[in-house]
């Protein structure tokens, strides 16, 4: 039986998502990772910076308000320019500053977030406009793009398919660090944008080949949440599959969405259950992207 979720998530959910808060009370909270590599916090999707002598590269940033206040934390750490920027996928909370930085460095991003930027689209219940030139990726790619500054190779690697269809990884090799976007976030039950080209398929082969590429002691940037390592990806991946099987199981046998949040059928993973990403949620998401529901991708996707 095949079930078409009339929404995605509820509206509270897209609430959740899309609810900005006070600009003027952010504060950016700079955390220095290892080696080149610092995170910075404020509200949003985690940045990442590479900071040394040729300048900085920033990974995802923000939100456009924020942006005067994450390039002063960033002068904290450096005086040099802002010479790229990358952006993980194509969500609004990870490119909100890209037309600020772009007057610094060019944006740099897969097919597909240019794509999705410049034609707009749906986020949950929300319908997200076109993004204006000065804010769309001017370099972009197909599977990957090298960038060497600062004594690092960093490199952005396409993962199709996982939060979104235009997800990039950025590792950067030298520092023993990685910023998985939205694939790995630290909060609970991740968010499919299924609307997006997203699956859960593609999001734990992206957790698992990080795994499988980086040293143990790698520090793992999520694209929300608290700092991670490999030690919490394992169990993030661990999750996605065990609670997929699940669900995948149930659609095999005939389940209806309800009859399987009747059965708990992910009792045991109630620690993962989020105010943004319920339990609930999760099985609707995983039951609309298992039993065949249009993931709305692309022809570039490679």
Known sequence: ?????????????????????????????????????????G???????SVGDDGIVIVDDQFAPLADKIRAALR??????VRFVINTHWHFDHTGGNAYFQKQGPIIAHDNVRERLARGGRILDMDIKPAPAESLPIVT??????????????????????????????????????????DFVTYGFPFIDLASGGSVR????????????VP????????????????????????????????????????????????KVLAGYE???????????FIETLYEDLSGGKAGGFVKHN
């Open 141 to 182: 790619f197909a599977h990957d793009v090298s960038v060497h500054l600062n004594g690092e190779d960093i490199r952005a690697i396409h993962f199709p398919h996982g939060h979104t269809d235009g997800d990039a990884v950025i590792f950067f090799p030298k520092s023993n660090v990685v910023h998985m976007g939205d």
């Open 271 to 281: 620690k993962w259950n989020g105010s943004f990403v319920t339990t609930d949620k």
């Open 216 to 263: 143990a002691d790698a520090k793992i940037i999520p694209g929300h949440g608290k700092l991670g390592t490999v030690a919490d990806l394992k169990p993030y991946v661990a999750m996605l599959k065990e609670t997929s099987a699940r669900v995948a199981a149930g659609v095999k046998a005939g389940k209806s969405v309800q009859e399987l949040k009747d059965a």
């Open 1 to 41: 039986m095949r079930f078409i979720l009339a929404t995605l998530l509820v509206a509270a959910a897209a609430r959740a998502f899309a609810q900005q808060p006070d600009f003027d009370k952010v504060e950016i909270k700079v955390t220095r990772v290892a080696g080149t590599v610092y995170m910075l916090e």
């Open 43 to 49: 509200a949003g999707g985690n940045i990442g910076a």
């Open 76 to 81: 904290g750490l450096t005086d040099k320019p």
């Open 202 to 213: 593609g999001m734990i082969a992206a957790c698992d080949k990080v795994i499988e590429s």
